[in-house]
């Protein structure tokens, strides 16, 4: 493959999903960063949404990050995807549950009324309830989606793990899935990894914290 380029937006959880499989697959790639509330012309040219992430190889240009992450999956070892066609569509079923995830953590986490904020709340932790319902046992401490090793589905969980542990070192308030056993060691076991612990600048945990209470949300205001 040729060199890849990912345009990237520093705080963005859906290009984070792509920098885990890129370090997974040791993939040499170069990352441009935009400023999405300042987008140049070049990356509306190539982005039809107008979003991040976009993937560009060689003349073509890849856009949604399940679609990039799928694409890296089956040209770049090693495979994280199940083989069997069940399971893999099991997987991808999943990774989009994640994506709902980010969503309720963005609406929670920049809601301007604590009604609003509120409610994204007990919808991430109703959406806890069934992952821990459907996980499997860890084993010595360490759990992934589907038991002991990495699929591509949990590179789709990681980026909203690690902005709820930017969250919780403000506060215990924060720390949702105290309550959810599975789910919190499958956090744990994920943010200890280094293609995951690599997959973000060293300044993001502050610069996330930042954005928050510059959209004078209301949980920024309680940060
Ligand atoms: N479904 C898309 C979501 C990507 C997305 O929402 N990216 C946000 C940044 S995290 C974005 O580029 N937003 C641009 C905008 O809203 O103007 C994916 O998975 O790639």
Known sequence: MEKPILISFKLCPFVQRSVINLLEKKVDYEIRYIDLANKPDWFLKISPFGKVPVLQVGEDVLFESAVINEYLDETQPPALHPKDPLQKAKHRA??????????????????????????????????????????PEPKNGRLFFAGETMHLVDTAYAPFFMRLDFLKAKGASFDLLSGFPKLKIWSETLLSLPSIKNSVLPEVPKEYIDFIKAHSSWLGGKI
């Open 94 to 135: 999943w990774a989009e549950f994640a994506s709902a995830l980010l969503m309720d953590q963005y609406g929670w986490t920049m809601s301007k009324v604590e009604a609003d904020s509120e409610k994204k709340k007990e919808e991430i932790l109703s959406k806890f309830k069934i992952l821990e319902s459907i996980l």
